[in-house]
């Protein structure tokens, strides 16, 4: 989704940064080990367009300004914010491995106390090595195994400094300036085909026509009045061929209809963009 405030900039949660870190990344690069695989990869516009912010360092989350502020400035309601957020990980792969992140959970768990008595019990240190974990957990293993930077920080443990976090922030944007290139490089050689999305993630057959829902669901209630704006789904996916083309260098052949969803109008819409597939599910099509 965009996950961006219209209005104040800032993203409202932080999974784009966490998942490019952790995800989007490691798993296009690990195909340079298995050259003879091929894979199709569906790259939404409305995805790429926050990543390509992150990067540039103009895109901001309440996770990351909480996380980079000095743990001895912060105030009670972001001692809170860190006690309850910053624990947001898969716990057997994320959290358990690395023993002062488990300690540390097992402190917040184990008070019995409301979140803001439990962050009361956290000293300034604790907090600190709370947001270096945080940033530390979501880096993708590719840097985790490989990388000099985050290898001395998770051998260190724990007693980290305000510098770890300045390290770990370059390194933030060190990985996220290579994804959407990463992507670029695998479909170059041929070894990726990429797919879009329409730009915003929109469901493309309410769009043309909302009485389309009345094809499967006869009896449903229905909107007061009757939403037909072919013209916005017609635009969602000029967007989403135009961002491509410019991030990749080519028009995309192929398109992931939002949720699989297709109707005839939106296949005469797709076909006159220029796209040659639609990938949904044999539900959706019968």
């Known amino acids: 989704?965009?996950?961006?405030?219209?209005?104040?900039?800032?993203?409202?949660?932080?999974?784009?940064?966490?998942?490019?870190?952790?995800?989007?990344?490691?798993?296009?690069?690990?195909?340079?080990?298995?050259?003879?695989?091929?894979?199709?990869f569906n790259l939404v516009p409305s995805l790429l367009v926050q990543l390509e912010a992150f990067a540039r360092a103009e895109a901001q989350d309440r996770h990351l300004q909480i996380g980079m502020k000095p743990a001895d400035a912060l105030t009670a309601d972001e001692r809170t914010f860190c006690v309850e957020q910053f624990f947001h990980a898969q716990r057997a792969r994320m959290i358990d491995p690395y023993p002062r992140y488990a300690e540390l959970l097992n402190k917040r768990d184990g008070s019995g106390l409301s979140a803001h008595g439990q962050a009361a019990q956290f000293s300034v240190d604790e907090l600190r090595d709370l947001q270096v974990w945080h940033k530390l957990a979501w880096l993708d293993p590719v840097y985790l195994e490989g990388d000099d930077r985050a290898r001395r920080l998770v051998d260190k443990g724990r007693g980290f400094a305000e510098a770890d976090k300045a390290t770990l922030r370059a390194l933030e944007l060190e990985i996220l300036a290579k994804v959407i290139p990463e992507y670029r490089d695998a479909a170059a050689r041929g070894q990726v085909e990429l797919s879009t999305s329409p730009f915003y993630h929109p469901i493309l057959p309410l769009l043309c026509d909302s009485d389309i829902y009345l094809r499967t669901h006869p009896h449903s209630r229905m909107p007061r009045d009757r939403f037909r704006r072919r013209e916005d789904a017609a635009e969602q996916i000029a967007r989403a061929m135009s961002l491509h083309e410019r991030l990749f260098g080519v028009r995309p052949a192929g398109m992931w209809p939002s949720e699989g969803s297709v109707s005839d109008e939106v296949v005469e819409l797709a076909s006159s963009a220029g796209l040659r597939w639609l990938a949904t599910d044999e539900a959706i099509l019968w």
């Open 1 to 40: 989704p965009f996950y961006q405030d219209l209005e104040t900039g800032e993203h409202i949660l932080p999974w784009v940064r966490l998942h490019g870190l952790k995800d989007y990344y490691g798993m296009v690069a690990l195909l340079r080990e298995f050259p003879r695989v091929r894979m199709t």
